[in-house]
């Protein structure tokens, strides 16, 4: 389905997920028009306090800055590249876009490729004005080296340690046995806040993982300096059937 914006004249595609229609961002041209969209139309970026069917002393606890909204983070760059390709330049553009719009945090992918991935990080750190810039290091400390040096130019810079805490992601992908992984979160984090103060653990595949192993987790992350904790359902184990 597609439709016009009256005002702009500029041909938007839509999708119906669960249930709604959705703006279909499929090229780069969608994303230098995005300015010219009804914001009505946009994913949520974040949500009030008051008026939900939820109990608000939950989402006050949520609202950690006390500003009235819940924010969430952006990760289009660091898991959406598998459903579509930009461009050196598209992903600077859509940095600044999503800047533009207040979003909380930019979430970009790591460093795999040294010269190439360093400088797409640094270039989208530098454009970015007021938005938090989030990439996650390997779980070693070379990596962790590499990714502060090209997000360290952002105005509020990040580093991630998303590590698994279930058992079948720790032993199959990781070879790394609970005791060890637990020293692995102490030592990358500890590592990482030696670059900055604003670190964050992802407690990766986190619906799977046996609770216990996980508060022990989430408890060392936050001994060893983790300022925030994101605790990840990566395969999707707590949406209703």
């Known amino acids: ?16 997920l669960g249930g709604s229609s959705r703006v279909r961002i499929g090229s780069g041209e969608d994303i230098a028009h995005l300015d010219e ?23 006050a606890y949520m609202d950690v800055d006390s ?9 289009t760059m ?30 970009l992918e790591g460093i795999h490729n040294a010269r190439i991935d360093a400088l797409r990080i640094k270039s989208i750190a530098m454009a970015v004005k007021e938005s938090i810039v989030a990439v996650p290091v390997q779980l070693n400390p070379e990596n962790i080296l590499a990714c502060w040096n090209a997000v360290s130019q952002a105005k509020h810079p990040r580093l991630q340690v998303c590590a698994p805490v279930s058992s079948v992601q720790m032993e199959y ?20 806040c030696e670059k900055t103060s604003d670190v964050e653990f992802i407690a990766d595949d986190a619906t799977r993982s046996d609770s216990a192993f996980l508060y022990q987790a989430v408890a060392t992350a936050i001994s060893a300096g983790a300022a925030t904790i994101t605790i990840c359902d990566a395969t999707g184990a707590i949406l209703p059937e």
């Open 37 to 59: 969209l009804d914001p009505k139309m946009w994913t949520v970026l974040s949500c009030p306090v008051k008026g939900l069917e939820i109990e608000e002393k939950s989402l």
């Open 67 to 75: 500003d009235g909204k819940i924010r969430i983070s952006d990760v």
């Open 1 to 16: 389905m597609a439709i016009f914006n009256n005002e702009k004249k500029y041909k938007w595609e839509f999708v119906n």
């Open 173 to 192: 992908l990781f070879h790394k046995k609970p005791a060890a992984m637990l020293k692995t979160i102490e030592e990358i984090i500890k590592a990482c």
């Open 78 to 107: 660091k898991q959406g590249t598998s459903a579509f390709s930009l461009s050196f330049k598209e992903k600077i553009e859509l940095a600044k876009l999503l800047d533009k719009l207040g979003v909380s945090v930019i979430e």
